[in-house]
């Protein structure tokens, strides 16, 4: 990170940065098409001893079903709280802003239990509420994916 006056290493904080994220881009590398596909998606998120998960669902078929089945190497980015900074000049404009990046691992979540508590993180998400009760017919009929962190680094301008 080049402006490491700007890096926050907190735990705690950075997890809060997190909850206030409502979206989180994953990028992947589709080497088929030699190009890089990005897809903003809503989320759902567990931090366990410093394991930090992020959990995704949608259709059981696309372009990101079919990179996921080949890779499992992935970049994800969320921001949020940007505010203009307004300068007597242009280059004197600034923004403020929080953002979280890293890479992880990919896979699907083929556990009914866990599916379950996945789709329940990501309703905690964006709905601060997670004893949501999935019937069997919906949790088949859902792809559920997860990314689990394997680097992370976070900033913020304020």
Known sequence: ?????????????IDK??????????????KENDEVYIVPLNFGYSNIDNKRVFYFHGAKEGRKIDLIS???KVTFEMDSNHELIV??????Y????QCVMGTGLISFVEDKEEKAMALNEIMFQNMGKKDWDFPE????GVAVFKIEVTSLSCKEHL
């Open 87 to 92: 300068g007597k000049m242009a280059c004197n």
């Open 17 to 30: 940065f997190i909850r206030n994220c409502d979206c989180c881009r994953i990028g992947f590398y589709d």
């Open 1 to 13: 990170m080049r402006r490491k006056d700007r890096e926050i290493l907190d735990e705690v904080k």
């Open 137 to 140: 017919p919906m949790l088949n």
């Open 70 to 72: 080949k890779t499992n």
């Open 94 to 97: 600034s923004e403020r802003y």
